[in-house]
Nanobody, 115 residues
């Protein structure tokens, strides 16, 4: 099993930036990818970005050019740098570890973007 703890959420004005962190512990060797999801109020959870064990990255179209996912292997931490934030980015952001056995999830962190 893998444990994940998100931090860095908050309230920001449109056009601003935030950096989310996801501290990872446990069976790290079993992780295929770390993913960031978000769930806006009243909507389904969606995949925003992922970084694979090989370092490859993928983004949903709505955040390309604005969000950057990265990792610090020494700190076992994955980051989501979010820039040019829009009110529609408001959501609870979750990080998840994708393993062969399934997903492990963090508790989520709220991001609110005011217009």
């Amino acid at each position: 099993q893998v444990q994940l703890v998100e931090s860095g959420g908050g309230l920001v004005q449109a056009g601003g930036s935030l950096r989310l962190s996801c501290a990872v512990s446990g069976r790290i060797f079993s992780i295929n990818a770390i993913q960031w999801y978000r769930q806006p109020p009243g909507k389904q959870r969606e995949l925003v970005a992922e970084i694979t064990s090989g370092g490859g990255t993928n983004y949903v179209d709505s955040v390309k050019g604005r969000f950057t996912i990265s990792r610090d292997n020494a700190k076992n931490t994955v980051y989501l740098q979010m820039s040019s934030l829009k009110p529609e980015d408001t959501a609870v952001y979750y990080c998840a570890a994708l393993r062969v056995a399934g997903w492990d999830w963090g508790q989520g962190t709220q991001v609110t973007v005011s217009s």
